[in-house]
């Protein structure tokens, strides 16, 4: 399966003002605040026509998972977390490149306009991914119907887990990237900035351990191995 997936900005409107809201501690009960809050809707609302949400997302078999690699047509996809999933827990992975385009703003020397257009786009994605997500499990719910103790795991990506930042294109190739808008530069950087990839397994049996210093971990591959952390799991996964 590989399927485009849109959503309308009305759909990320209110969760992202919320995420946005706490993003910049504003507290709403003073002045100051509230002051803050209405440049911060007037930034939104010029550059609201940049908002464009969409994703690529591909369900692979658990046949293309083995000995800790994800494998899919010429493109394999490593990290060295992958070494403590064993291949018979494998249901299946989702992959995803998600992308919000970019809240326009006027100009860079209004240092705020920059400031605020940057946090908008990042409480987007944050929203959008998680819309995304239950998207997923929705998917999930109708693949899996008749088999209980599914997991789905913390995600999975470039810069996460010590996976290195170029295998973003790697994800690219496989999922298409270039249909939602995207281009991935030499260094793994995804363009428009306001865009991310990664994946999930879908598991069987007892949750996945993953210590909560992994999960936003900004290590290398090479120092994964080293880390202090490994081994010593808790489990964060969400069941469907």
């Not at 260094?187 to 210590?211: A, N």
Request: aromatic content about 10%; glycine content about 8%; proline content about 3%.
């Amino acid at each position: 399966m590989r399927k485009l997936i849109e959503f309308s900005e009305s759909e990320a409107c209110l969760p992202a003002e919320k995420r946005f809201i706490q993003n910049c501690q504003f507290d709403l009960s003073k002045p100051k605040h509230r002051r803050m809050m209405e440049m911060a809707r007037k930034v939104r609302e010029d550059g609201i026509d940049g908002i464009k949400i969409r994703a690529k997302v591909s369900f692979c078999e658990p046949e293309n998972f083995h000995d800790g690699r994800i494998t899919m047509g010429k493109e394999t996809v490593t990290c060295n977390f992958f070494s403590q999933i064993s291949d018979d827990r494998v249901k299946g992975i989702y992959l995803y490149m998600l992308t919000v385009g970019e809240c326009y703003f006027s100009s860079e020397e209004n240092i705020m306009d920059f400031l605020y257009a940057d946090i908008w786009g990042s409480s987007y994605v944050d929203v959008s991914t998680d819309l995304l997500i239950e998207r997923i499990k929705c998917d999930m719910s109708r693949r899996y119907e008749n088999e209980e103790e599914l997991w789905l795991t913390p995600e999975f990506g470039p810069g996460y887990f010590g996976m290195p930042v170029s295998e973003t294109h790697k994800f690219y190739s496989i999922l298409n990237g270039d249909e939602i808008g995207c281009v991935v530069k030499d260094s793994g950087l995804i363009i428009p900035q306001k865009s991310c990839t990664g994946l999930f397994f879908v598991l069987s049996g007892k949750e996945l351990d993953v210590e909560p210093e992994c999960l936003h971990c900004a290590g290398t591959g090479s120092g994964c191995a080293f880390c202090a952390v490994r081994g010593r799991g808790i489990s964060r996964e969400d069941t469907i």
